[in-house]
């Protein structure tokens, strides 16, 4: 079945960037969300990209596409301890259920 | 003040119980969903529902039951055959919006004793 795929822990200093990485194995994805989860709440969307696109900036966020490899990334700048959370790469098709495929979260730490 | 509410956030069942967990939104969205969230194993589909008395089972809906008899209300009961029910539960909803943002409540944890 379809999988999303996320290494499970990144610590980075304050300041420094981050970068979340994510791979998924189903081609036919439309739409590639990145979630954000604080402790003990729900997630809240952050950004999402379609995937006809290569990059989308946000703000401090830069998400990268690469459809060959079906890899995801998140970059965050100037990375911040309100910053810390898990973050989870998603997928979904266009038509019909929209079932969105989430990924194990990525917990990040961030390091005064 | 839109938004999707679950009650309660903590809830703590013994062995052999059944509980119901409730979620409510006032987004007027049509679809509804019920995660379970365990660590290191990301969000699994338990139920949705794409309208009002209509719900389909998602990966794992075993030992669960849901209803859907309001647009705004999708109930999750765990029943006792369910083998491992302690978790975090997520219940989220969405429109049928061009990039199917799901909006999600705060969760309820359960913990069976």
């Known amino acids: 079945g379809e999988d999303v795929e996320q290494s499970l822990f990144l610590s980075v200093r304050e300041g420094d960037s981050s970068v979340i990485n994510c791979t998924y194995t189903d081609s036919s994805s439309t739409y590639l969300y990145w979630y954000k989860q604080e402790p003990g709440a729900g997630l809240q969307l952050l950004t999402y990209?379609?995937?006809?696109?290569d990059m989308k900036q946000d703000q401090r966020l830069t998400v990268l596409l690469n459809k060959k490899d079906k890899h995801l990334s998140l970059r965050i700048a100037d990375t911040q301890t309100g910053d810390s959370a898990i973050y989870f790469c998603a997928d979904s098709h266009s038509g019909g259920y929209q079932k969105v495929t989430f990924g194990t979260g990525t917990k990040l730490q961030v390091i005064p | 003040d839109g938004g999707i509410t679950q009650s309660p956030k903590y809830l703590f069942r013994k062995e052999g119980q059944n509980v119901t967990l409730s979620c409510e939104q006032n987004l007027n969205h049509d679809a509804m969903y019920w995660y379970r969230q365990d660590p290191g194993q990301g969000l699994r589909l338990i139920y949705y529902s794409q309208i009002v008395n209509d719900f389909q089972k998602g990966d794992i809906a075993e030992g669960y039951s849901v209803s859907r008899e309001k647009k705004e209300s999708f109930p999750l009961t765990v029943t006792s055959a369910q083998k491992n029910p302690t978790a975090f539960y997520l219940c989220?909803?969405?429109?049928?919006?061009?990039?199917?943002?799901?909006?999600f409540g705060p969760g309820t944890r359960l913990t069976v004793l």
């Open positions: 989220a909803s969405s429109t049928w919006d061009s990039n199917n943002e799901q909006f």
């Open positions: 990209i379609f995937s006809n696109m």
